[in-house]
């Protein structure tokens, strides 16, 4: 454990025996088929046929999650069934990519780290290292000169998208940076630095929230104005996307060198504490406080605290790396407390009370892939301090 308090071990030791049992009864439910973003009334099912691709098709920017937990679970209990159910999906993610199979996406990074890099570096195959590389070549087609931005969604020619990226693109950097290590190719690390640096310039505002979505002009370069998608107004800060930018400043931080992004990690730590509600799990949008009755996002949650522990490990201020450590394990204490099923037989997912994507009213207060993949490595990280993070 990364500290001496009992009360605690025990609180993660008993989550973590949930959550790997909830991982393994899914596995036996739903095989190879792939299940929805989000559970409705806390139960999955294999996701929704749509135009070409057929019910639970390996199809959107969340299916890599599943194998991501496979693989924490694998290494949390030695027990080869979780290792070789990853295996499965990362053949059919190599499949998805030389099918040309809904790739126009910057969550190319989110989904061939954990379905193609983690199974390279856990089984030394040539095959899913070609599947890693394959994937982020296909990323870096969505660089864009002069902006030096990487564009998040849809068609490079669509107005409605051009030269617009997401505080989320943070997470996907990695899958750059790895390339870049292997291939030695320069230019995925100029990719992963202009593109950190303009959203660190940029996605951030002056009190330390952040926008979901910003643009830029992709002929001059000029940053053009912030939005969201997802959040409650333009001008307030969505939980999940003040979490990412926890998480993936520190993760670039450590790619790059850059303390300006280790400082833009603790501002948006700062700002996501500052704005939490007693119980500490956050408000779907950080414009909430206590008393409202606008719905949680535990997702927000799990991430911050997964780049909290990150700040733990990479800060070189043994102080403030002490402090991240105690409010990722308050973090995660909270999501046991507040989150976790009371029985996990009564659910599917490893924690509820999850936001999709409260504008559009989808998956809300409901358990979410993402959010029961960095419940898991939260509680893989707090068990294991030895553990090697997958980003």
């Given at each position: ?48 046929a ?8 390996n ?5 890599s999650?599943v ?38 996406t ?23 290292r ?49 390339a ?10 100029d ?9 660190r ?33 333009d ?8 979490a ?13 060198g ?65 402090r ?68």
């Amino acid at each position: 454990m990364t500290s001496t308090t009992p009360a605690l071990d025990a609180r993660v030791a008993a989550a973590l025996a949930d959550a790997v049992a909830v991982v393994r009864r899914n596995i036996d439910t739903f095989g190879d088929a792939y299940v929805d973003d989000t559970t409705r009334d806390n139960r999955y099912a294999p996701r929704p046929a749509h135009g070409q691709f057929a019910a639970g098709q390996n199809r959107g920017w969340t299916t890599s999650f599943v194998p991501g937990m496979h693989w924490l679970a694998w290494e949390l209990t030695g027990d080869d069934a979780f290792r070789d159910q990853a295996l499965r999906h990362a053949a059919d993610f190599e499949r998805r990519l030389l099918a040309d199979e809904d790739l126009d996406t910057h969550d190319l990074g989110f989904l061939y780290t954990l379905a193609a890099v983690v199974p390279w570096r856990k089984t030394g195959d040539e095959r899913w290292r070609a599947a890693g590389i394959g994937a982020a070549e296909r990323l870096m087609t969505r660089f864009l000169e002069p902006a030096g931005i990487i564009q998040a969604w849809g068609d490079l020619s669509d107005p409605e998208q051009r030269g617009r990226t997401i505080i989320d693109s943070l997470m996907n950097m990695p899958l750059l940076t790895w390339a870049g290590e292997q291939t030695g190719d320069p230019r995925y690390a100029d990719a992963v630095r202009r593109h950190t640096a303009q959203l660190r310039d940029n996605i951030m505002r002056a009190d330390d929230s952040t926008f979901h979505t910003f643009y830029w002009d992709v002929e001059t370069g000029e940053p053009l104005r912030g939005g969201t998608e997802q959040g409650a107004f333009d001008d307030s800060c969505w939980a999940r996307g003040e979490a990412w930018g926890v998480y993936g400043f520190a993760l670039n931080y450590e790619a790059t060198g850059d303390e300006t992004l280790l400082e833009a990690a603790w501002r948006c730590a700062e700002y996501f504490l500052a704005h939490l509600p007693a119980d500490r799990i956050p408000y779907w949008d950080l414009v909430y406080t206590d008393g409202s009755d606008a719905p949680r996002d535990s997702s927000a949650a799990a991430i911050a605290a997964c780049g909290l522990y990150e700040l733990a490990a990479c800060d070189p201020d043994p102080s403030r790396a002490a402090r991240a450590r105690r409010e990722a394990d308050a973090l995660l204490d909270a999501l046991i407390a507040g989150a976790r099923p009371a029985d996990p037989d009564d659910a599917d997912a490893l924690i509820l009370h999850g936001v999709y994507d409260l504008p559009k009213r989808t998956g809300v207060d409901e358990g979410t892939l993402w959010g029961d993949y960095f419940y898991l490595e939260a509680i893989t990280r707090r068990t294991n301090a030895a553990w090697e993070r997958y980003w």
